[in-house]
């Protein structure tokens, strides 16, 4: 059984930092790439940022770029989302997911409806 489980989220305060994590379960952790997503209260999932597990190739969106980091740990089968530089406008429900395609290195931001399995989501608040 597939299974990510994304934890780490919590409070912080503006220019503050957090790491989240994804543990990935029940398949070849290098055959797919992870992406990581947000959702605000009233705003639509965005995705932030992803990775070929392969290869390591990443990317970011140009809301985080500069200030997050999406490393990976193969004998972890963990992804993680190193978050620097917080902002209040970061605060929202971070959510780990697998992009479908097997064996395709993820070359930019793809759609949500492209991912197939999805972590229970981590809540990020970043205080001003």
């Known amino acids: 059984e597939v299974q990510l489980q994304a934890s780490g989220g919590g409070l912080a305060q503006a220019g503050g930092s957090l790491r989240l994590s994804c543990v990935a379960s029940g398949y070849t952790f290098d055959d797919y790439a992870i992406g990581w997503f947000r959702q605000a209260p009233g705003k639509e999932r965005e995705g932030i940022s992803c990775?070929?597990?392969?290869?390591?190739?990443?990317v970011y969106a140009e809301s985080v770029k500069g200030r997050f980091t999406i490393p990976s740990d193969k004998l972890k089968d963990t992804v993680y989302l190193q978050m620097n530089s917080l902002k209040p406008e970061d605060s929202a429900v971070y959510y780990c997911?697998?992009?479908?395609?097997?064996?395709?290195?993820?070359?930019?931001?793809?759609?949500?409806?492209?991912?197939?399995?999805w972590g229970q989501g981590t809540l990020v608040t970043v205080s001003s």
């Open positions: 997911a697998r992009w479908a395609p097997r064996g395709v290195t993820i070359s930019e931001i793809r759609p949500y409806y492209e991912y197939d399995f």
């Open positions: 990775i070929s597990s392969r290869d390591g190739v990443t």
